[in-house]
């Protein structure tokens, strides 16, 4: 059974470009989070879909958004990028919301903001 | 203050030896305990789960959570190189897989 698979892998931008990152969820699950890790702040938890509904959001300012389309596959999108953005992002799938215990992470993707 | 303390370190231990992880936290209402490994370049990976106060065990791992203290560990035995890794503790109040609030990771090498 294939894992959680993030695209890109890596990815250079500039301050001021939006950018546009791809999760696909293991098969059969329904649910998909967002992480931004940093060396800083750490893991911190972005957003959360459920069958194309955000059902959870953490503190992060309206530039970041997301979306879950009707096969479970998530995009988030990051407009107007600052260099505090640089980060990597990873996405986690589960089968339902209310599992945390299983919740697996793809190897997510590393953004590079100059 | 962050909700979730871990010493970053990074600790470095001989092969075999027992290592110790630990976190504090502040919030009394979190109910579900995790430790995640997370390899170079890769994505956490959950190793254990605990819900409320009390010892788990699974292999060379051992959780504890101590609720009235706020303060949770792991224990390796008989450390591998192939442990060396960074480790995240994580909690939350709620069943659901969001809104997990993580600790900044501990940095582990084992010496071979």
């Known amino acids: 059974k294939a894992g959680v698979t993030q695209t890109p892998r890596y990815l250079i931008k500039t301050r001021g470009q939006q950018v546009t990152l791809s999760c696909s969820p293991i098969?059969?699950?329904?649910?998909v989070s967002w992480y931004q890790q940093t060396p800083g702040q750490g893991l911190q938890f972005l957003f959360e879909?459920?069958?194309?509904?955000?059902?959870n959001k953490g503190n992060f300012p309206g530039r970041f958004s997301g979306r879950q389309f009707s096969n479970s596959r998530s995009e988030m999108n990051v407009s107007t990028l600052e260099l505090g953005d640089s980060a990597l992002y990873l996405c986690?799938?589960?089968?339902?919301?209310?599992?945390?215990?299983?919740?697996?992470f793809g190897s997510g993707t590393q953004l590079s903001v100059l | 203050q962050k909700e979730v303390e871990q010493d970053p370190g990074p600790l470095s231990v001989p092969e075999g030896a027992i290592v110790s992880l630990n976190c504090t936290y502040s919030?009394?209402?979190?109910?579900?305990f995790m430790w995640y490994r997370q390899y170079s370049r890769k994505g956490p990976e959950l190793l254990m789960y605990t819900y409320s106060s009390g010892n788990k065990e699974d292999g060379r791992f051992t959780a504890q959570v101590d609720k009235s203290s706020k303060y949770i560990s792991l224990f390796i035995r008989d450390s591998q190189p192939s442990d060396s890794a960074t480790y995240l503790c994580?909690?939350?109040?709620?069943?659901?897989?969001?809104?997990?609030?993580f600790g900044s990771g501990t940095r582990l090498s084992i010496r071979p």
């Open positions: 986690a799938s589960s089968l339902e919301p209310t599992t945390n215990e299983k919740l697996f």
């Open positions: 098969s059969g699950h329904r649910s």
């Open positions: 919030n009394s209402a979190f109910q579900y």
């Open positions: 879909y459920f069958s194309e509904t955000q059902r």
């Open positions: 994580a909690m939350t109040p709620y069943s659901s897989a969001s809104k997990i609030i």
